[in-house]
């Protein structure tokens, strides 16, 4: 599909005049990095040079550009997909991605989420209402207590049990061990309350380690994937996600992908980072830090999140939004009110605050099938 | 080793009292993350913990705080380091990693530059003086195109010839065909000049091809290779470097970095974030855009980044700064005197603005033998 392009839109920091030079600027430093000047050859210049498809006044001083590339810039790979977009750019300053367009020829080469919202609700057989997550954490716990708070979680009516996205291969918590109990814990918990429970296992690790460990999770009875794109790259997730032998839900992690958005006019937008990204690279689930929790994304960023999760996008399935990161129970009505039926809710500490966990779970399902 | 920890410097924004607050949150962040008040266990309060070592105001509204961590926590995987110094506190604001200190224990689970500044010297016998790089550009050009500009950089002088990083496996310049093209032509020039030249293919790519292509491009005769963690993930690189059955001079590539630092206050410092992770991931030189050029680093940016490639680091060999990002043949004196001579001096567009690239390739050695 020689000519076919894609689109990029970017706010810019600045005047009319300023925005369209950074605009111009872009669409060298995305693609032939080289003086403008210098090159003659009317394909390279025609073709391979990004295009401001538009460019308009969205706030005073910022702008917004849409700014088209070629595909054949791209190939089929998820990398150089993200080079493009912002490789260079990335270490300029006033300058954010804020919405990929793909079109339905670049999409087509990524599968996207092979369970997204409907995906999930089938397996688990939960046809409407939000679905409830839970951590196994804290850091420091063995083995056997991690499976002894998961079997209490899956009792208590959670969804999705992931591990605490900091338990890796710690000498006192061994990935195979850990996961075969915990694994172990939720399969007994389901047979008693009838109900299907995902056991999530953290498996980012080493890249050559990645594979190996989903792979043995899956064997040891794992439910479902975590996985931290910003500490293993994004395509180390859509690997995962596309790997017809594994075929498991993968829930993406926000860990170290804040330096990418918490400045709000630079980077990549939450939107993107959180939503469009993971939803591109096979994520069925993304977990970001809600509003009024210990983080600071405003309702806005949050909403847009949410859109990103959700909104057509040629074709690829629709992803879980996750919102997580200091939620408790009493702000769940709140949540669901704001995210709607389609949602993650994840809790994790506060769970602990009642008495037992089971009943912090108990209380949880109470509150999410009443809203 | 248990009992052993690893400390990480923060810059926070703040006075002393909203600093040491956010000192202590991230001590439990970045561990248990997890309400601190249902935590009694004192093996974990003790351990697992984050702990400030010190906290100290170093200008007016911006203390540094120094935080250590257990070891067990991180075990030996780089991915896991990157989670405990700054997963989840990535998403917030007013918070940057300046420093890593990891002791001999921590250090010497990474095996870090393989080569670094004197290896890289030996390989390409040039003891002493700056070393020249330059770059395959622009996008859109085919491998016959690219292998006529290796060779003639190759007999022009210059030491380490490197795709540009735009170069993927594009339908135009498959990535195969491309390196053995370019290959061929260096080793062509380097039988002409007499002197050993190095070529360094991009083997960034989706998740499961970066060890096949820098296999092949090992087979076709690469002499280095060029990643861009920002877009494979550090430890792909690591995994690269460790590589026995490779053994090639890694040189790491910024692209999607500059997420983490082009804000001066938040994210990853330029000198962790374009020094002392590289050197911990193993790559013997780090591109980085140099003040002065199409970037925004400040000159005391660069000198950090310089310092921390080449500063003691518990037994990890130093590796080159690489300055970049719109250098010209104008500026060499200015940045030899700058950097000292164990800088690799990356020239890419402007060499074409000599009359010949030959003649602009002999201009830059001649500029640097004199320097």
Same sequence: chains 1, 2.
């Avoid at 939720?186 to 792979?215: F, K, M, S």
């Avoid at 690997?239 to 839900?249: C, E």
């Avoid at 200091?326 to 669901?336: D, K, N, T, Y």
Wanted: glycine content about 10%; proline content about 8%; hydrophobic content about 45%.
């Amino acid at each position: 599909v020689s000519g076919a392009r894609f689109t990029v839109t970017y706010a810019i920091a600045g005047d009319a005049a300023e925005a369209a030079a950074v605009a111009r600027d872009v669409c060298i430093e995305q693609t032939v990095e080289y003086p403008e000047d210098l090159i003659t050859d009317p394909a390279i210049r025609g073709e391979v040079f990004g295009r401001v498809e538009s460019l308009v006044a969205r706030a005073p001083g910022r702008h917004e550009a849409r700014i088209s590339y070629a595909l054949d810039s791209v190939g089929s790979e998820l990398t150089q997909l993200l080079n493009v977009v912002f490789g260079n750019s990335s270490l300029k300053p006033g300058l954010q991605v804020t919405h990929l367009e793909l079109g339905p020829v670049l999409a087509a080469r990524f599968r996207g989420p092979r369970f997204g919202v409907a995906g999930l609700r089938a397996r688990l057989g939960r046809p409407r209402a939000p679905l409830l997550c839970s951590a196994l954490k804290p850091l420091g716990l063995g083995p056997a207590a991690l499976a002894a708070l998961a079997y209490e979680e899956a009792l208590g009516g959670i969804d999705v049990i992931k591990d605490d996205h900091g338990l890796a291969d710690q000498p006192y918590a061994r990935f195979a061990e850990r996961v075969e109990r915990c694994a172990d814990a939720v399969r007994r918990a389901a047979a008693q309350t009838g109900r299907p429970c995902l056991y999530a296992p953290n498996v980012t690790a080493p890249a050559p380690l990645v594979a190996e460990r989903a792979r043995l999770a899956q064997r040891l009875g794992a439910g479902a994937l975590l996985v931290a794109p910003g500490l293993v790259g994004f395509d180390a997730m859509r690997a995962l996600a596309d790997d017809d032998a594994l075929a498991l839900p993968i829930l993406c992690h926000p860990a170290l992908l804040g330096s990418f958005m918490v400045s709000p006019a630079q980077g990549l937008a939450p939107a993107v980072t959180l939503a469009e990204l993971p939803r591109l690279a096979g994520a069925d689930a993304s977990i970001f830090p809600s509003y009024g929790g210990r983080f600071v994304f405003t309702p806005d960023e949050c909403r847009a999140i949410a859109r990103g999760a959700a909104a057509p996008m040629d074709g690829l399935a629709p992803l879980w939004p996750a919102p997580a990161g200091g939620m408790s129970l009493a702000r769940v009505p709140e949540i669901v009110r704001f995210y709607g039926p389609d949602t993650l809710l994840l809790i994790g500490g506060d769970l602990h605050r009642h008495g037992s966990l089971r009943r912090g779970c108990e209380l949880f399902r109470g509150l999410v099938e009443k809203a």
